[in-house]
């Protein structure tokens, strides 16, 4: 019913910038809120940004002043080697035939930051 689709992952070198996009289709009667998480090999999967419907955000100590996240997109600045994980976009979302809301994740886009 509901599809969350990243896209803008790729290779680039420490210092540059990327910028993902989550797409999200289907019956959808809102978002309260959206969501970046990565995962690296080995590791846990951990929070990026977040953002709210009224547009409050947050965001993990390691990316504060390098990534802004909109409803749209996830502006990655200058990139280091240890951003490179997989990035998954996840959001709350209640559908149109319910009052339920539930949490939805892509199938994630792989970031690979070069040194």
């Known amino acids: 019913q509901v599809q969350l689709v990243e896209s803008g992952g790729g290779l680039v070198q420490a210092g540059g910038s990327l910028r993902l996009s989550c797409a999200a289709s289907?019956?959808?009667?809102?978002?309260?809120?959206m969501g970046w998480y990565r995962q690296a090999p080995g590791k846990q999967r951990e929070l990026v940004a977040t953002i709210t419907s009224s547009g409050s955000t947050n965001y993990a100590d390691s990316v504060k002043g390098r990534f802004t996240m909109n409803t749209m997109y996830l502006q990655m600045n200058s990139l280091k080697p240890e951003d490179t994980a997989v990035y998954y976009c996840?959001?709350?979302?209640?559908?149109?035939?319910?009052?339920?809301?539930?949490?939805?994740w892509g199938q994630g886009t792989q970031v690979t930051v070069s040194s």
């Open positions: 289907g019956s959808i009667f809102s978002i309260r809120v």
């Open positions: 996840n959001a709350f979302i209640t559908l149109l035939s319910g009052s339920h809301e539930y949490s939805y």
